[in-house]
C-alpha cells in the first residue's frame, strides 16, 4: 500500500454535478420514489400508469417476426442494418437516404447524448419544448449546452409557440429539439405546422432534431409526418429506435439519421463529428444489428395495426374516464404515442402541496403510479401513460377517481 503523505492535498478530478439530478426530475428516479412509497399491506395490484412500456403486459406482444429474427446470430455487418434502415425512412421522403446519413445506436437515448455531444461549444444553447421528455435536458447540460425553452399550446393541440422559439433564441443557438409523435403530451403535429417548424429554423439558422420514437404509432386524424420531408429547407436530423412500435424496449437498437439533401451538415463538419462521437461509443448489440433487416423489411402491417388499435382503445378509455375525475382536465385528446397530460386543480383538493405529493399519497393510498408533471418540466399537471391493458387503464382510473373524491375539499 502506498504511503498516504504522496497522495495529491486536491485531486484535480470530480464527477459532472449534471449526472445527479434530483430524484423528482427523472423519469426513472421519480417512478423508484413512487414505487417506494406503495402502500405494503395493499392486498390490490400494483397499476403503473406512469412508465411507457407495454412489454411487460401479457396483453401486448412483440411480432414472430422480430422474435424469429433475434434467435439467429448471424455473422452481418453493420452496413446492411444502416442499409435497412435508410431504405425503411426513405419511403415517405421526398429523396432517397443512404446508409452513410444513418448511425445505429443503444436506443434513442444515445442517439440524443451522441448529437447533444456534437453540438456542445463553450456558448452554445440549444432550445428544448415544454413540457419535454426530461433526459434531452439533462443530457443537454451535461455536455455543457445551456438550454432554453420554448412553449407547447395546449389549447391549440400541444402546437409549438414559434413566437416563443423566435424569443428565446439568440446567435448562440445550435438547433431546436421536436418530439412527434408528442411524449408527453400525445399529439401529432400536422405537415403544415412542421413546415413552418422548419421555415422558422431556417431563418434562425438553425437545425432541427426530431425524436420520432413514436413514429406512426398513431389514432387520431392527424397522420405521421417524417420531419426529414422538410430536409431541402432546413438540416434535420431524426432520432428513432424499434423499442415502441415493435414493444422491445429492452433490445437497445436505434438509429441517429440525418436529412440533408443540400449539404449544409457536412460543410460545417457535423458528419465528421458525429462519426467521431459514435465510433468512441458502444454500438447495439451485433445479432440485433443482424436482425434489423429482416424486422424492418418482415413485419406485417396487420402486426402495427393491432398495436394501434389496442393502444387507441387504452387511450381513449383513459381520456373518456379522466373526465368525471375530479379535479382533473385533459386540454385534448391524445392521438398518438403512449401518454396524454392532464391538469391538475390543486386548489380543490385538502391537504395536497403539489402534483408531486399528490403522486406520493395516490401511490400510498391507491396503489396507482402516475408520473407528477415537474418530472417533464410542467409542474401541477400529471402524465399519464396509456400503454397498459384495458382493465388496468379501467381499474387505475377508477381507483385515481375514488382518491380524488376523497381529498375534495368540502363544500
Same mark, same amino acid.
Given at each position: 500500500?502506498?504511503?498516504?503523505?504522496?497522495?495529491?492535498?486536491?485531486?484535480?478530478?470530480?464527477?459532472?454535478?449534471?449526472?445527479?439530478?434530483?430524484?423528482?426530475?427523472?423519469?426513472?428516479?421519480?417512478?423508484?420514489?413512487?414505487?417506494?412509497?406503495?402502500?405494503?399491506?395493499?392486498?390490490?395490484?400494483? #397499476?403503473?400508469?406512469?412508465?411507457?412500456? &407495454? *412489454?411487460?403486459?401479457?396483453?401486448?406482444?412483440?411480432?414472430? #417476426?422480430?422474435?424469429?429474427?433475434?434467435?439467429?446470430?448471424?455473422?452481418?455487418?453493420?452496413?446492411?442494418?444502416?442499409?435497412?434502415?435508410?431504405?425503411?425512412?426513405?419511403?415517405?421522403?421526398?429523396?432517397?437516404?443512404?446508409?452513410?446519413?444513418?448511425?445505429?445506436?443503444?436506443?434513442?437515448?444515445?442517439?440524443?447524448?451522441?448529437?447533444?455531444? =456534437?453540438?456542445?461549444?463553450?456558448?452554445?444553447?440549444?432550445?428544448?419544448?415544454k413540457?419535454?421528455?426530461?433526459?434531452?435536458?439533462l443530457?443537454?447540460?451535461?455536455?455543457?449546452?445551456?438550454?432554453?425553452?420554448? @412553449?407547447l399550446?395546449?389549447e391549440?393541440?400541444?402546437?409549438? /409557440?414559434?413566437?416563443?422559439?423566435v424569443?428565446?433564441?439568440?446567435?448562440?443557438?445550435?438547433?431546436?429539439?421536436?418530439?412527434?409523435?408528442?411524449? &408527453?403530451?400525445?399529439?401529432?403535429?400536422t405537415?403544415?405546422?412542421?413546415?413552418? =417548424?422548419?421555415?422558422?429554423?431556417?431563418?434562425?439558422?438553425?437545425?432541427?432534431?426530431?425524436?420520432?420514437?413514436?413514429?406512426?404509432?398513431?389514432?387520431?386524424k392527424?397522420?405521421?409526418?417524417?420531419?426529414?420531408?422538410?430536409?431541402?429547407?432546413?438540416?434535420v436530423?431524426?432520432l428513432?429506435s424499434?423499442?415502441?412500435?415493435?414493444?422491445?424496449?429492452?433490445?437497445? #437498437?436505434?438509429?441517429?439519421?440525418?436529412?440533408?439533401?443540400n449539404?449544409?451538415?457536412?460543410?460545417?463538419?457535423?458528419?465528421?463529428?458525429?462519426?467521431?462521437?459514435? /465510433?468512441?461509443?458502444?454500438?447495439?448489440?451485433?445479432?440485433?444489428?443482424?436482425?434489423?433487416?429482416?424486422?424492418?423489411?418482415?413485419?406485417?402491417?396487420?402486426?402495427? *395495426?393491432?398495436?394501434?388499435?389496442?393502444?387507441?382503445e387504452t387511450?381513449?378509455?383513459?381520456?373518456?374516464?379522466?373526465?368525471?375525475?375530479?379535479?382533473?382536465?385533459?386540454?385534448?385528446e391524445?392521438?398518438?404515442s403512449?401518454?396524454?397530460?392532464?391538469?391538475?386543480?390543486?386548489?380543490?383538493?385538502?391537504?395536497?402541496k @403539489?402534483?408531486?405529493?399528490?403522486?406520493?399519497?395516490?401511490?400510498?393510498?391507491? *396503489?396507482?403510479?402516475?408520473?407528477?408533471?415537474?418530472? =417533464?418540466?410542467?409542474?401541477?399537471?400529471?402524465?399519464?401513460?396509456?400503454a397498459?391493458?384495458?382493465s388496468?387503464?379501467? @381499474?387505475?382510473?377508477k381507483?385515481?377517481?375514488?382518491?380524488c373524491?376523497?381529498?375534495?375539499?368540502?363544500a
Amino acid at each position: 500500500m502506498e504511503n498516504n503523505s504522496t497522495l495529491p492535498k486536491k485531486w484535480g478530478f470530480r464527477g459532472n454535478s449534471e449526472l445527479k439530478p434530483e430524484r423528482e426530475t427523472t423519469i426513472r428516479g421519480a417512478v423508484t420514489l413512487l414505487q417506494s412509497n406503495i402502500n405494503q399491506s395493499d392486498n390490490r395490484p400494483v #397499476i403503473s400508469m406512469s412508465h411507457s412500456q &407495454p *412489454s411487460v403486459f401479457p396483453y401486448f406482444n412483440t411480432t414472430q #417476426i422480430a422474435a424469429d429474427a433475434v434467435g439467429y446470430c448471424p455473422t452481418v455487418g453493420i452496413l446492411p442494418a444502416r442499409r435497412a434502415v435508410a431504405e425503411y425512412l426513405s419511403q415517405e421522403l421526398p429523396y432517397k437516404l443512404s446508409p452513410d446519413d444513418v448511425f445505429l445506436t443503444m436506443g434513442c437515448k444515445q442517439a440524443a447524448q451522441s448529437i447533444l455531444q =456534437v453540438l456542445a461549444g463553450s456558448k452554445s444553447n440549444i432550445l428544448l419544448p415544454k413540457p419535454t421528455f426530461p433526459y434531452y435536458d439533462l443530457f443537454a447540460r451535461s455536455s455543457n449546452l445551456e438550454v432554453r425553452h420554448f @412553449d407547447l399550446l395546449p389549447e391549440k393541440d400541444w402546437e409549438i /409557440d414559434l413566437d416563443s422559439v423566435v424569443a428565446v433564441a439568440d446567435e448562440n443557438t445550435v438547433a431546436m429539439f421536436i418530439i412527434n409523435p408528442g411524449n &408527453p403530451c400525445g399529439n401529432v403535429f400536422t405537415y403544415q405546422h412542421l413546415k413552418k =417548424v422548419a421555415e422558422t429554423a431556417r431563418k434562425l439558422g438553425i437545425l432541427v432534431l426530431s425524436d420520432e420514437v413514436y413514429g406512426h404509432l398513431t389514432f387520431g386524424k392527424n397522420p405521421f409526418v417524417p420531419m426529414g420531408v422538410f430536409g431541402s429547407i432546413t438540416p434535420v436530423i431524426t432520432l428513432g429506435s424499434i423499442s415502441k412500435m415493435w414493444i422491445v424496449p429492452g433490445w437497445r #437498437i436505434g438509429w441517429l439519421v440525418t436529412h440533408d439533401p443540400n449539404g449544409i451538415l457536412k460543410e460545417h463538419g457535423i458528419i465528421e463529428s458525429i462519426k467521431g462521437y459514435i /465510433d468512441m461509443s458502444s454500438e447495439p448489440p451485433s445479432f440485433i444489428q443482424g436482425a434489423l433487416p429482416d424486422i424492418l423489411s418482415k413485419t406485417k402491417e396487420d402486426f402495427f *395495426s393491432k398495436i394501434v388499435n389496442i393502444i387507441k382503445e387504452t387511450a381513449n378509455s383513459c381520456y373518456e374516464a379522466i373526465k368525471d375525475v375530479p379535479g382533473l382536465t385533459c386540454p385534448t385528446e391524445p392521438e398518438g404515442s403512449m401518454c396524454l397530460m392532464a391538469k391538475l386543480d390543486l386548489s380543490v383538493f385538502e391537504g395536497i402541496k @403539489d402534483d408531486f405529493d399528490f403522486c406520493l399519497m395516490l401511490a400510498k393510498e391507491e *396503489s396507482v403510479i402516475i408520473l407528477p408533471g415537474i418530472c =417533464v418540466g410542467y409542474e401541477g399537471w400529471l402524465r399519464i401513460t396509456f400503454a397498459i391493458d384495458p382493465s388496468s387503464v379501467q @381499474d387505475g382510473i377508477k381507483r385515481l377517481k375514488a382518491f380524488c373524491e376523497r381529498h375534495f375539499k368540502k363544500a
